[in-house]
């Protein structure tokens, strides 16, 4: 939603979305050599939608763009939520490509996922995680206002996912209320909270300040409504959000746009007496410092996840240790071919939240500052914390090969092909999921063709001498110089 479109908090509007974002091929997340990026994963499909999903003709949300549904993939029985977007609606398609890129980028337990895409002659389909919990919007209204611990709990989530977005030079530009969805129907103080909605991402160098002017009214910061601003625009909409998410209403607010914009470029708000003697003198420190006017002294979402209030009302990340089983499945993970390697990132991607909820919370526990990715000290440090008696001694050998995109970390989908229980994937919808995405052209064999463009992220043109081949050579059975289901089935249940 652009200025001009802002929403009343206390009166949802209908072209409020429920629940979606995008990606597309603009742009991809930097893989060394000898790595494969995930964007590579996320299959973009010619072809009709309903040929894979059966889609509910109930719609759960509703937005300008278009419609979300529930829908069940017919083969994997895994639920999503397609977003369907009328091609009619998309003015300017680069930008729409860029979301969606971006989409692809990242990963993130805070990020929502989005599976794949289906384009046909009216419209692009957007195949995504399904959260069944409803908007932030919805709880706050719901609510009306969030208990200290509540809101420090979903600070302390969004701020993560930002924190993980500007590590990777993208800054969002419309955080909101009605751009977080909870996973599920928990209790706040055990949901999972998502973050939606990249239409108006894009990606920074640190040099160039933006321009274009993006943003919600009640959420932008003063510098985006000067055309001068960087991604700290991101941790202004931080601040407005908590402090609805503790009092209830906007910190500027305005009988119509222009009033709410002359407030915001004045930085002129209150802790209203009544409404604020009971909040801790912690929290109003944070929002000052999230609404400083010069964004040159704004907290950065590292310092925000540091402050007090944070460490203090929000639970630390539950100790969580990292089981001996699955320290040795990471061990052993380094020893897999690349295609194996390749295959449990796409069933590890796949996988519902639930079905991975105890190693998500591994990651997050070992995650010790919160930017969503792993380094060889909080991997050292969280195999120490588990009692485990010998930390392997190449460790750093360890972490290299779980690095599948040689990015020098060990991110969230990383860390879980890794460690991932081999019960959860040997089952045959989930090594079908994973085979359909090196299957490009959908004839049932994986040619040589198609494990370069998914391997050799998506360089068919310069393929490392006789690796390829000595993949194929490892899972074609029968020596056709393709590999069919059945031999990738049987290469997925080799120790």
């Known amino acids: 939603m652009g200025i001009c479109g802002s929403k009343n908090p206390s009166n949802k509007s209908p072209g409020s979305k429920e629940g979606l974002t995008s990606s597309g091929s603009a742009l991809q997340k930097g893989v060394a050599e000898g790595g494969f990026g995930r964007a590579n994963f996320i299959l973009d499909n010619n072809g009709s939608l309903l040929e894979h999903y059966d889609v509910d003709t109930k719609k759960i949300g509703q937005g300008s763009y278009g419609s979300?549904?529930?829908?069940v993939n017919k083969s994997t029985h895994a639920v999503r939520a397609v977003k369907t977007i009328s091609k009619s609606h998309v003015k300017n398609i680069?930008?729409?490509k860029q979301e969606i890129a971006i989409m692809k980028m990242l990963d993130h337990p805070n990020i929502i996922k989005l599976f794949e895409t289906f384009e046909d002659h009216r419209n692009i389909y957007l195949v995504m995680e399904l959260c069944t919990g409803g908007e932030l919007f919805d709880r706050i209204i719901d609510e009306g206002r969030f208990t200290e611990v509540q809101a420090a709990i979903v600070m302390q989530q969004i701020l993560r996912a930002v924190y993980y977005m500007h590590e990777n030079h993208i800054a969002h530009r419309d955080l909101k209320p009605e751009n977080f969805l909870f996973l599920n129907k928990d209790p706040i103080e055990k949901s999972w909270v998502k973050l939606i909605d990249f239409g108006l991402s894009?990606?920074?160098d640190g040099t160039d300040l933006m321009k274009t002017k993006a943003g919600t009214p009640y959420y932008v910061a003063p510098q985006v409504l000067a055309g001068r601003y960087d991604e700290e625009c991101d941790l202004w909409s931080c601040g407005v959000i908590m402090y609805i998410l503790l009092c209830g209403y906007p910190p500027f607010y305005g009988e119509t746009d222009a009033d709410v914009l002359t407030k915001v470029r004045l930085g002129n708000y209150t802790f209203n007496a009544s409404d604020w003697r009971n909040i801790s003198a912690d929290a109003k420190d944070l929002i000052r410092k999230l609404l400083k006017m010069n964004p040159r002294e704004r907290?950065?979402?590292e310092q925000a996840?540091?402050?007090?209030?944070?460490?203090n009302h929000a639970p630390g990340a539950e100790d969580v240790p990292l089981e001996g089983a699955q320290m040795n499945n990471l061990k052993s993970f380094r020893s897999l071919n690349k295609l194996k390697k390749a295959a449990l990132n796409i069933i590890a991607q796949q996988m519902p939240d639930e079905e991975i909820a105890q190693l998500k919370k591994v990651f997050t526990s070992m995650d010790k500052n919160g930017d969503g990715q792993l380094t060889v000290q909080e991997m050292l440090e969280g195999i120490q914390k588990s009692g485990l008696k010998d930390v392997p001694e190449d460790l750093m050998d360890i972490m290299k090969q779980v690095d599948?995109?040689?990015?020098?970390?060990?991110?969230?989908?990383?860390?879980?092909a890794a460690t991932l229980d081999k019960k959860k994937y040997i089952q045959e919808d989930r090594l079908w999921g994973a085979f359909r995405v090196f299957d490009r052209d959908g004839d049932g064999k994986i040619t040589r063709q198609e494990l370069a463009e998914v391997l050799n992220n998506g360089d068919v043109g310069d393929i490392v001498d006789g690796h390829i081949d000595e993949i194929l050579k490892q899972a074609d059975a029968n020596g056709d110089g393709e590999i069919d289901f059945d031999e990738f089935v049987a290469m997925m249940e080799k120790q």
Do not use: M
């Open 404 to 416: 599948s995109d040689g990015s020098g970390v060990i991110d969230y989908t990383e860390f879980l």
């Open 68 to 71: 979300v549904t529930k829908a």
């Open 202 to 204: 894009t990606y920074f």
């Open 299 to 301: 907290y950065t979402a």
């Open 305 to 311: 996840l540091n402050h007090p209030w944070v460490r």
């Open 94 to 96: 680069e930008r729409f």
